[in-house]
């Protein structure tokens, strides 16, 4: 196989995977309890591109993904939840895996995300003044609001271990039925 086609396959492949993470979004965009749970679908996705080729594309498809829900999709929350948190996190999850500490690796990945959770909830407050989520957390108070955070944190922890499964997953079940991708 040619280089140009291998490139042709890997380019349709990430483009592909992009227009079904933005398809997925913006109909996630319709069910408002999918807020968080479709940018981790997508996650899937980007997951599936980096094992299939390699980080670069992954990163490709992950802006491009990005910016198309940013520029079309209505909840700015889950678009917001994808782009700062979500997207490029299967992505780099590997490499703070490779840290040998497992407290360490535990303490960075949920710095990583308490940092992106106020980052993104600062930029939506400050960008995009959505009164709903103003007013949810206003309704939610302080108690219920820490617990939201701490539910978050959880389900953050869960979804960097369900990617493991799902990469073994991936690995095992369909990556031998992808050879055509890559022409072996």
């Not at 968080?36 to 980096?50: D, E, S, T």
């Not at 299939?52 to 940013?70: I, P």
């Not at 960008?127 to 219920?144: N, S």
Request: hydrophobic fraction near 60%; include cysteine.
């Amino acid at each position: 196989m040619t280089k140009a086609s291998s490139a042709a396959r890997q380019t349709a492949f990430c483009g592909m995977a992009a227009a079904l993470s933005a398809v997925i979004m913006l109909l996630g965009g319709v069910i408002p309890v999918a807020t968080y749970a479709v940018p981790m679908l997508c996650g899937l996705l980007i997951l599936f591109v980096f094992l299939e080729f390699s980080s670069r594309a992954a990163w490709a498809t992950y802006a491009a993904v990005s910016a198309l829900v940013l520029i079309l999709g209505f909840d700015k929350e889950a678009a917001f939840f994808y782009l700062l948190i979500i997207g490029y996190y299967p992505i780099v999850k590997w490499r703070i895996d490779l840290i040998p500490s497992r407290v360490r690796r535990l303490l960075i990945k949920a710095l990583l995300f308490t940092g992106t959770f106020a980052l993104m909830y600062a930029l939506l407050f400050l960008l995009f003044p959505v009164e709903a989520v103003m007013q949810e957390f206003a309704e939610m108070g302080t108690a219920l609001s820490i617990a939201f955070f701490f539910v978050y944190l959880f389900c953050m922890l869960l979804f960097d271990r369900l990617l493991i499964r799902f990469s073994l997953l991936y690995w095992n079940r369909l990556h031998p039925k992808m050879r055509f991708l890559v022409g072996r």
